[in-house]
């Protein structure tokens, strides 16, 4: 009846071409954890980019003219903005330290999400996936083969957000999962029809894995999320507000 | 070291007068539940809301000019709107079906936060409790001295966002828990300085709650979480944006 979320433990710093699903099948033997089909397990952006090596040498980063103004305008490092505008479909606001942009996945965020922290060396950035929508597939299907298991997977990332202080954690990839719960005509305890016809659930699972994945040196970016009901076929895209329904970009 | 997060059942439907702490405390009894300091009630506004009387009868409301104008504007019922200009500091956002406001509260959300699902009758709609960061005082006051803890309470409503489809649990009163987790100064697993300073510590605990409270016939509206550590003095306001500090408004 309870909803349980376990961090997995001892998982290595990872590095490109780590084998996450191994590694997190491994981690969970080693727990005594068995997973079941509707478990989920949260996996935090960033070993997943780790994983697929999206580290980039800022080394290696030419600005183009435009990221050089633009790094002008916002007191940002020109390469750290060339990567944005390269990762990025536009950009929203704009301020001394501060660029929000519609990232290549249609998430709206700062940075376009690219990160310096736990990154080795000073001069390494890290995007995020390519796709993590389908590198959350990828890491179901191995981990169901070796299972035998129907489970949830959710690749989340600590994302700002309008109006309010403090980053929640946002899921930027799923599979397996209800991203969107659709409760239009379902009815409330009176019987009258629900009005909130729409729950991020996919977020909200994220959040709740934040909470135990800790932010620094805990170091548990691996979370097995048992005891609910979210079975579906979601995708991060769900969740994208359509900019012509959006009144605040 | 797991997070686990247990419904409360059995509560009756919250009526006016309802003296929250006590049908708490009866039902972690039932349970064979026992609070540890630390511990987190999660309690969803609604019932909050319904305790302290917050029903507002709308066959005794008189819009005034101005919300029968925007209520045509909207498409919405002008007692409701009424209602809404009532509970609002101003008009963020206004759109056929769409009103969106600064509350009383300093929180930003359609229609003020007021509901009217899961509230006997149709003319019937239900308001924020006043103060819920006192609301939520109390009640740990109360659950506090009859238990001899030091227990943490989030009071939580569904609300939409920006960008992003679907609603998310978010803390909209909060007492003896870290509202906004500062992490300035932290070092990462690299040694690195955290880029990411401030965590919506209390946001994530009330959408991990959401997932348990069931949005429909469930009916599960208070959470008791354990296993985290998320002690402190937070307020609800300490999440607030300076409207100054706000590009999305």
């Given at each position: ?17 780590d ?14 954890l ?45 390469r ?74 959710i ?80 995708t ?14």
């Amino acid at each position: 009846m309870s909803l349980t979320l376990t961090p997995l433990i001892g998982l290595p710093m990872i590095q490109k071409g780590d084998d996450l699903a191994a590694l997190a099948l491994e981690a969970l033997k080693r727990q005594g954890l068995k997973l079941q089909s509707g478990d989920i397990l949260v996996i935090a952006q960033k070993i997943v980019s780790k994983a697929e090596g999206r580290q980039i040498n800022l080394t290696k980063i030419t600005p183009s003219a435009e990221a050089s103004a633009l790094a002008a305008e916002t007191n940002k490092d020109p390469r750290i903005v060339e990567l944005i505008l390269q990762e990025s479909q536009s950009v929203i606001r704009k301020r001394k330290d501060v660029l929000i942009v519609e990232g290549n996945l249609g998430l709206i965020h700062a940075n376009a999400g690219i990160d310096q922290s736990n990154v080795e060396g000073d001069d390494t950035a890290l995007l995020l996936p390519v796709d993590p929508d389908t590198s959350a597939k990828a890491l179901k299907d191995r981990i169901d083969t070796a299972c035998g298991t129907d489970i949830g997977i959710i690749i989340n990332d600590s994302v700002g957000r309008a109006w309010r202080k403090g980053t929640v954690g946002l899921a930027i990839g799923v599979a397996g999962v209800v991203a969107l719960q659709d409760l239009r005509g379902v009815e409330d305890l009176t019987g009258r029809t629900l009005e909130t016809t729409e729950v991020g659930l996919a977020d909200q699972i994220a959040a709740a894995a934040s909470l135990v994945q800790g932010q620094a040196d805990e170091g548990t970016p691996i979370v097995l999320l048992s005891g609910l009901n979210a079975r579906g076929q979601g995708t991060a895209r769900d969740v994208l507000r359509a900019p012509n329904e959006d009144l605040f970009r």
